[in-house]
């Protein structure tokens, strides 16, 4: 089935959702309900608390329906009719009152009538009863506004056919035992306090060593190619911001700081904009060009509580952001380097890359800074990129950011789903925003382009993907402990103190199980730690000065000396090769 034909069909079932609840409990007032990825959701305010043991129920009812729906019939009505139709409904009045000047429609199927612009398929009878399912609830604000009414949002799935469904149900059953948000916790990586905040993580130290082992590692990418380090402030004045044109977008997204004096400072969203000043210090020669900074730091934005998520929605974002001040002559050789560090670092997690360009919307101008003609420039410099780079780029109409068109990096995890990852900027409305140049060899002032350029995106976002992408079972490069060492009992506990010091000097990540514990234990406890390697001592290799290797996943490797095991486990961290 085509996508637009199944996202009608999703819309379609939306509808049967809200008939079915309806039927169950007739005081309930339905809001809103689309079709999503995957599926169909529906907005509802009930008489009294449900549960997701109700989900079947209201399945059930849902196929009952069915039977007797067929045409979605729809019929242009007036406000007055609509009021009519919907009096007592407090969600669909709102609608009604906002939408009455560009006209309203109902859709009916059966005994059932909503208000609803339409997108359905022709008829009832291709929806398949074995082809969808209830999945979940969860609280939603009316218009996703925390000052506005909770309400029980039902999500369901949709698909072609049974076995597509099956699939799709087989992946999310997958996805819960690897939800970042459990797995993060039962490693110890970061943990959350009501006392700091909702969306702002606090990591721990064997998170902390991911996350710099992260950074290290574009970083060494970076500086091969000529980036140079920088560092900015969490706050600014609000003239920045009003000057890059961020003010006027996102205003009511910053996080705002009043001064004793009455000064107005707004905690960074983005760093681009503190960058172009570091950029226009001084005059540039063209001999200076390109200047590549790199600059892995904070940034926070006034999320909504209703929309944070784990590590995937948060309030305070790392990002390991670059940006790349150039020429107009230099933007393909700078934009192929940074493709080639976004290629080799997702080649260490065994992702499969997909290319989006993202442009902008010529029917929405006001969305965007700048002459069409920059746009258009912009854009057929990245068509000419991907094209040479012989990749098969799919075009995104209005997805590109306000001030230019964008390369985005979509991954592939190990269960099949597709995530936006990295992205490559090229951005000509802010150097004419803050008349930034070089004097090039006539000794004329010439404009430059500004890449901006983020490998990871943000580093929160970046760790629940990869968390869930190896089920938190990390390759040995990454492992925050790259071994444990358990000695069989106190009598090889200094046998097993010497070894981890040999271990700790050639610079692997170590630590001792000294409990009073039986191996077994120990080596069960190191399995659901994920730890890449168990290293088991006692009288046996005391004596031959060896250990006994158990590899994660792969079980007894035998007896190795010990300067054998340093040499091969450095190997494997060099490599940087995915477990998967």
């Known amino acids: 089935m085509k996508t637009d034909n199944m996202e009608q069909l999703r819309h379609s079932l939306a509808h049967l959702l809200a008939a079915a609840v309806l039927e169950l409990w007739p005081d309930t007032k339905r809001a809103i309900g689309p079709a999503i990825d995957n599926g169909f959701y529906y907005d509802f305010e009930f008489p009294q608390p449900i549960s997701e043991e109700d989900l079947p129920k209201i399945e059930e009812k849902m196929r009952e329906i069915l039977k007797s729906w067929d045409k979605f019939e729809q019929t242009e009505v007036s406000t007055e009719e609509a009021k009519k139709i919907f009096s007592g409904n407090p969600y669909k009045l709102e609608l009604i009152k906002e939408y009455a000047a560009s006209g309203l429609t109902t859709v009916k199927s059966g005994d059932f009538v909503d208000l609803c612009r339409g997108g359905h398929i022709d008829s009832a009878k291709d929806i398949k009863p074995d082809a969808f399912k209830l999945t979940h609830m969860a609280g939603a604000y009316w218009r996703g506004s925390e000052k506005n009414k909770m309400l029980t949002r039902i999500y369901g799935a949709a698909f072609e056919n049974k076995k597509a469904l099956e699939e799709y149900l087989k992946i999310q059953e997958e996805a819960k035992k690897r939800d970042h948000k459990k797995l993060g916790v039962d490693l110890d990586l970061f943990t959350f306090s009501d006392l700091v905040g909702a969306g702002l993580p606090l990591w721990t130290p064997k998170g902390t060593i991911v996350r710099n082992l992260l950074d290290d590692f574009i970083w060494d990418l970076r500086q091969k190619r000529g980036y140079q380090k920088v560092e900015i402030p969490h706050i600014t004045k609000k003239d920045l911001y009003e000057k890059s044109g961020h003010w006027d977008k996102f205003a009511n997204e910053l996080m705002k700081i009043e001064t004793r004096e009455k000064h107005l400072f707004a905690m960074k969203p983005m760093n681009c904009p503190h960058h172009t000043q570091i950029f226009a210090r001084k005059p540039h020669s063209y001999r200076d060009m390109p200047q590549r900074y790199s600059n892995t730091t904070m940034v926070y934005r006034d999320e909504q509580t209703g929309e944070l998520s784990g590590l995937s929605r948060v309030r305070a974002i790392t990002q390991d952001d670059a940006h790349v ?56 410099t990245l068509r000419e990129i991907a094209k040479g780079k012989k990749v098969t ?188």
């Open 393 to 580: 780029a799919l075009e995104a109409l209005g997805e590109a950011a306000f001030y230019g068109p964008k390369v985005d990096f979509v991954a592939r995890d190990s269960l099949g789903r597709q995530w936006q990852v990295a992205t490559i900027q090229l951005d000509m409305n802010m150097p004419e925003r803050f008349d930034l140049y070089c004097i090039n060899e006539n000794g004329e002032q010439e404009r430059v382009v500004m890449l901006h350029a983020a490998t990871m995106g943000s580093t929160e976002r970046f760790l629940s993907i990869i968390i869930e992408h190896f089920a938190g079972a990390f390759p040995v490069w990454l492992a925050p402990v790259q071994v444990i060492i358990a000695p069989i009992s106190d009598k090889f506990s200094d046998y097993a103190k010497k070894i981890k010091q040999e271990l700790v000097d050639a610079g692997l990540r170590v630590e001792l199980d000294e409990r009073q514990e039986s191996v077994g234990k120990k080596i069960r406890e190191a399995e659901l730690q994920k730890i890449p390697y168990t290293l088991v001592v006692g009288e046996k290799e005391q004596t031959a000065n060896t250990v006994a290797v158990r590899k994660r996943g792969t079980g007894d490797l035998g007896a190795i000396p010990v300067e054998k095991f340093i040499q091969n486990i450095q190997e494997e961290s060099q490599q940087k090769k995915s477990s998967q």
């Open 325 to 380: 001040f150039a020429r107009h002559n230099q933007i393909k050789e700078e934009i192929l380097k940074i493709w080639d560090i976004v290629d080799e670092f997702y080649g260490a997690f065994g992702f499969p890359l997909e290319v989006r360009l993202s442009l902008h919307d010529p029917q929405q101008k006001e969305k965007y800074l700048g002459s069409p003609k920059l746009w258009n420039d912009a854009e057929d």
